[in-house]
Structure formats: C-alpha cells, structure tokens
C-alpha cells in the first residue's frame, strides 16, 4: 500500500501542483517590502537618539521643531515596518524549505543531493538577510541634528537618503534569499520530474 501511495505522489499531475504552490508562496514573500542585534548596538543607538533630542531641544523655531520631530518619528515608522515586512518575508521562505525538505524525505531511492545543496544555499541566504534585517531594525533613522535651524532641510533630506540607501542594502539581501529559494523549489521539481519520467 505505501508503495502505491508513494507511486501516486510523484505523478507528473501531482508534482506540478506541488511545486506551483510552492512557487506562488515563494513569489508572495517578496510581494512587500530586517531581528536580533547586539545589546551593544542597540544602547549606542539610544545614546545617538538622546543626543539629538538634546540638540533638537535647541531649534528657537516652534514650527521647525515640530516639523524636525515629525520627520524623525516618520523615518523611524518607515524603518520598523520595512524590516518587520521583510523579517516575515524571510520567516515565509524558511517554512517553504521546510516543506522542500519534507517533499524530499519523502522520495525514496532518488538522487536528491542537489536538492540538498539547493537548500542549503538558500538557507544560508536567508540567514544572511536574517543579520541584515535584524542591524537594520533597530538602526537609528532619526534626522541627525547638528542645532544649526538653517540646516534643518538638508539633514532631513540626508537622513531620508541614508535610510533609503540602508532598506535597499537590506532588501537586496531579501532578495537574494528569495531567489535561492525559489532556485531550490525549481531544483526539487525538476528531480522530482525526471524521477517520474524515468518510472513511466
């Protein structure tokens, strides 16, 4: 009976299915757009946050002031709602791995090294972009305020450059994962496939 199960699994119809649904996972992933960090890092970030506030303290212009503090609040939501997104992303990949390597266990007396590696390497990735994700989330993205009011406008123009700069390093490393991902669904498809092309 397992034998005629395990047949009926890696029919061509049922494998087509099982790596499209995989592959539409994999691609929603990444349909949006990073979390541990050193201690360290984080007290350094709230020292460099106190530091501004103080300077920030110093702007005579109440109108400028409440501008700068609005700037400074947005950039940090923007911040922490990319790198939540991608940190889901990247959780949503590792299940599909997960998956992958329980498709795999499954097909017995087949070649499935290169699964193996393809996984691997996309699990790497995603660690990679893990680290990434994780530095970049509690990152401080605020305006930094150097108390001179005439230089407001060009260090909020400075601050929103940078944090773009940083979520497009980040994001690239999302994207990598998401490729490599996606690489080991096809990888375990195409065994699959010649597997069940050789049985018939």
Request: with cysteine; hydrophobic share 45%.
């Amino acid at each position: 009976m397992a034998g005629v199960l395990l047949t009926s699994n890696l029919n061509p119809v049922n494998i087509r299915v099982m790596v499209k649904k995989l592959l539409v996972v994999a691609a929603f992933a990444l349909a949006f757009v990073a979390p541990v960090v050193a201690t360290e890092t984080s007290s350094k970030a709230g020292e460099f946050r106190q530091q501004r506030q103080v300077k920030l303290e110093e702007i005579k212009d109440v109108r400028k002031k409440k501008l700068a503090e609005t700037l400074s609040t947005s950039l940090c939501r923007v911040n922490k709602n990319r790198t939540a997104g991608m940190a889901r992303n990247l959780a949503t990949m590792t299940n599909i791995l997960n998956r992958v390597e329980e498709r795999t266990a499954k097909a017995k007396g087949k070649d499935t090294a290169s699964v193996a590696t393809a996984v691997a390497t996309a699990r790497q990735a995603i660690a990679d972009a893990q680290a990434a994700v994780g530095t970049q989330s509690t990152a401080d993205c605020s305006i930094n305020f150097s108390g001179d009011e005439g230089k407001l406008r060009t260090e909020a123009q400075a601050a929103r450059q940078t944090l773009a700069n940083n979520l497009k390093r980040v994001r690239d490393k999302v994207t990598t994962a998401r490729q490599a991902t996606t690489a080991a669904v096809k990888v375990l498809a195409q065994v699959l496939g010649e597997t069940s092309a050789n049985e018939k």
